[in-house]
């Protein structure tokens, strides 16, 4: 799988980093879906 750095975010709250990558496992719509949401569930 080749990482696209498109369902990407990273974030800092205090002393704590979060940093989500995430890549869509098919190509079916739900899998790009679920991937946007872990993307966006780190901002």
């Known amino acids: 799988m ?3 750095g498109e369902y990407y975010a990273s974030r800092r709250d ?3 980093v979060v940093n989500v990558q995430a ?3 098919g190509r079916a719509a739900v899998a790009v879906g679920l991937a946007e949401i872990v993307a ?3 901002r």
Request: no cysteine.
């Open 23 to 25: 890549q869509p496992v």
């Open 2 to 4: 080749r990482f696209t």
């Open 14 to 16: 205090g002393t704590t």
């Open 40 to 42: 966006e569930s780190a």
